[in-house]
């Protein structure tokens, strides 16, 4: 069993994200629509049949190896097999920005869930796979599953959808945010009335919202600021519990011509919405 293989690991939005209530093992019952962007991180994968163990070619800064997403989930998978398996060095091209909201972790981790699975043969399903991606995260299914769905629960019971296919200006200011400090926040809302599928792709979209924008406008400062100045143009929100924030637009080159205004300080990217994930292509390829 050899081989190397290179595949994409692409960012998510939430198109909107509506907290509907609070279980009683703390965490946050969710609604929120997933599409994926033609921009993400690259992932090289490369059997080592002589060395038996898994390892990034390059640690990540501020990221112990062992409490990286992309190890933990070769380590979850490879426990799924009765027989040894050759080891693997793992190399991750990064570009999306660490506690963005854009889901970079959890679709490293799905990318190399569904790798692995390829080169090491094992032959689970995409069901089984999104299962073990539930234990890491939150939102690795959407990933495993590689298609744009309206997702409830904790994000993981997914629809599939066709939302359409713009293009966005996705800004990353100058902070990082803690997703638990945002979701323990007092004054987080909680009690968002739960809409059905239908509803989200009609009528006046102003009616669905991120319900984590209040609390991070308020604590960080530099998200406030880039969203009152994407919001010159246009709907500007954030995705997930930021920092990110995204405007749409019908084409690349409207999205470009603001991307090229935006202020110092900021960094981001122009991309395509996608309902179908790069990596699923990717993998199609390879059949």
Known sequence: ??????????????????????????????????????????????????????????SMTDVPDDDNLVIRAARALAARSPAPLPGVRIAITKRLPMGGGLGGGSSNAATTLLALNHLWQLGLSEDELAELGLGLGADVPVFVRGHAAFGEGVGERLTPVEPAEDWFLVLKPACNINTGKIFSEEGLTRNTPRITIAPAFEGDASRYRNDCEDVVRKLYPEVNQSLEWLAQFGPARLTGTGACIFGRFPTESAARIIWESKPSGITGFVAKGVNHSPLHKKLTELK
């Open 1 to 58: 069993m050899t081989g190397s293989l290179t595949l994409p690991a692409p960012a998510k939005l939430n198109l909107f994200l509506h907290i509907v209530g609070r279980r009683a093992d703390g965490y946050h019952e969710l609604q929120t629509l997933f599409q994926f962007l033609d921009y993400g991180d690259d992932l090289t994968f490369t059997l080592t049949p002589d060395q038996p163990d898994i390892r990034l070619t390059e």
